[in-house]
C-alpha cells in the first residue's frame, strides 16, 4: 500500500522546483551577454585555472582583461567578435555579460596582447 505522507508533498516539490527553475532562468537570462557585445565573461569548468583558461581564450584571438570572481572565469575583450561554437571548442561552459560581472568596474584595466602570460595587469 502506498504511503500517503509522500503524496502529501509530491505538490509542493513541484511548485517549489518550478520557482527554482524559473529563478534560475531569470537569471541566467539576465546575465547573458549583450547583443554585439566584444567584452564578455567566459565561465569554464570548476577546477580549470586562470592560466589555463586565458590560454585557451587566447586561441580565439582574445585580448584577457582580468581574472572573474572565480579562477575558471575570464573576463575578455573580443575585438573580432565571438561566438558560442568558438567558446565551446576552447572547453568554455558558456558566456556571461562582463558588465554584471564586474568588468565596468575596472574603467583603468588595460588589455593583454593574446601573446602575453596570463595575469591581472593594472596601470
Known amino acids: 500500500m ?3 505522507a509522500g503524496s502529501r508533498w509530491k505538490g509542493p516539490c513541484l511548485v517549489a522546483a518550478a520557482m527554482i527553475a524559473g529563478l534560475g532562468f531569470t537569471v541566467a537570462s539576465a546575465a547573458a551577454p549583450r547583443p554585439g557585445a ?3 565573461a567566459v565561465v569554464f569548468m570548476p577546477g580549470t585555472g586562470f592560466p589555463e583558461a586565458a590560454a585557451r ?3 580565439l584571438d582574445a585580448r584577457i582583461m582580468r581574472i572573474g570572481a572565480a579562477e575558471n572565469i575570464v573576463i575578455a575583450r573580443f575585438p573580432h ?4 561554437p568558438a567558446l565551446w ?3 568554455a561552459l558558456f558566456p556571461l555579460d ?3 560581472v564586474g568588468d565596468c568596474l575596472l ?3 588595460q588589455a593583454l596582447s593574446p601573446l602575453s602570460p596570463a595575469k591581472t595587469v593594472l596601470d
Open 38 to 40: 566584444t567584452s564578455v
Open 98 to 100: 562582463a558588465l554584471p
Open 57 to 59: 581564450l587566447a586561441t
Open 89 to 91: 571548442k576552447t572547453g
Open 81 to 84: 567578435g565571438w561566438s558560442l
Open 2 to 4: 502506498p504511503s500517503r
Open 107 to 109: 574603467p583603468r584595466m
